[in-house]
């Protein structure tokens, strides 16, 4: 650690990402769970602004209710204006991931509803390296594999520089007890085995150093996809033929902006979960068109799924049974 020790690495993260990305003065809110990452973010963030703590209970786990409570007394004893539990009910695994991807919809929705100002998330740089990982083993393209973006209004990451053990240490020098959830370390959940196994395993296959290299990758794709999006926001309205687009004006786009543009099209028409596989599947209804059937791009509701296909020189969306 270096000589301004912990506390003072985060405090220095937190004041410059608010300088960059926020107005001076205005209040903030920080998502709290207990844990060692949000208790010591919060312990920095409630000296330098107003501050709420917003505490999401998932009541996935017998004692959720205690350490929501614990976490809430810790909040006000760290100088919040004010700390709120919000109770949230878990709906069932959905087309985008299992039970961790419906916990943080729901977590996300609780934050979003409650929050009174923008919302600090304590995502480190280890979270964003795993959140890398994920994203290549998925295959969803170039977006998936930039990460987290530290700032997506209202959602505020000033720790995505900062290693996981300087929060760690953080919790050690303010003499804080944080909580630590069980989930973090069950097999169970890709994330954790990312974290516990192919992460170590990396770092020691590779010399060390893989988390970091893992970010910067991230930050330079993220870069480089907010370059795409804007030129593809820029096509889209000159593309558009009703709720279609026209095979013709896709076929003139550079292939990356032009996937880009499908791809708004495709979310904006109901698709969920995409992939890169099935983005490429409808560009190749522009750049390879044979006469071929449509591609699905949406899981199944009500026994219909949602099929982006070609008519008329056109791309055109449409529901069809199971």
């Known amino acids: ?21 926020l107005v001076a003065g205005d209040r903030w809110c920080v998502a709290l769970s207990g844990g060692p990452d949000s208790l010591a973010l919060t312990a920095v963030a409630a000296p330098l602004r107003p501050t709420t703590a917003l505490i999401v ?40 991931g299992g039970p961790e991807a419906a916990a943080r919809t729901a977590r996300y929705t609780a934050l979003s509803e409650c929050r009174d100002g923008p919302v600090l998330l304590a995502h480190t740089l280890d979270d964003q390296a795993e959140t890398v990982l994920l994203g290549l083993g998925r295959g969803s393209g170039m977006r998936s594999i930039a990460g987290m973006r530290p700032h997506d209004p209202p959602w505020c990451r000033p720790l995505l520089g900062v290693r996981r053990a300087v929060t ?38 590779l010399g060390g150093g893989v988390a970091e290299a893992l970010a910067r990758t991230a930050t330079a794709l993220r870069e480089d996809t907010e370059l795409i999006d804007t030129l593809a926001a820029a096509a889209l309205p000159e593309a558009r033929a009703g709720s ?21 099209w495709l979310l904006a028409g109901g698709a969920t979960g995409l992939t890169d596989k099935q983005i ?26 949602l099929v982006a296909g070609r008519r008329d020189g056109a791309l055109a969306l449409w529901r069809e049974p199971v």
């Open 1 to 21: 650690m270096d000589r301004q020790g912990a506390v003072g690495q985060l405090r220095a993260a937190v004041e410059a990402f608010a300088r960059t990305h």
């Open 280 to 305: 490429r599947g409808v560009d190749a209804l522009v750049t390879a068109w044979r006469g071929q059937g449509g591609v699905a791009v949406g899981s199944s509701l009500r026994g219909e799924r």
């Open 57 to 96: 209970d998932h009541g996935l786990q017998a004692d959720s209710a205690a350490v929501a409570e614990t976490a809430r007394k810790q909040a006000l004893a760290l100088g919040c204006v004010d700390a709120q539990v919000l109770c949230v009910q878990v709906g069932p695994s959905g087309p985008g």
């Open 168 to 205: 760690h240490a953080v919790c050690r020098e303010l003499g804080l007890a944080a909580w630590q959830d069980p989930h973090n370390s069950d097999r169970r959940f890709t994330r954790a085995r990312l974290r516990l196994e192919v992460l170590p395993l990396l770092e020691d296959v």
């Open 244 to 264: 279609g687009l026209q095979a013709g004006a896709l076929a003139a786009l550079a292939g990356p902006v032009r996937r880009r543009v499908i791809r708004s």
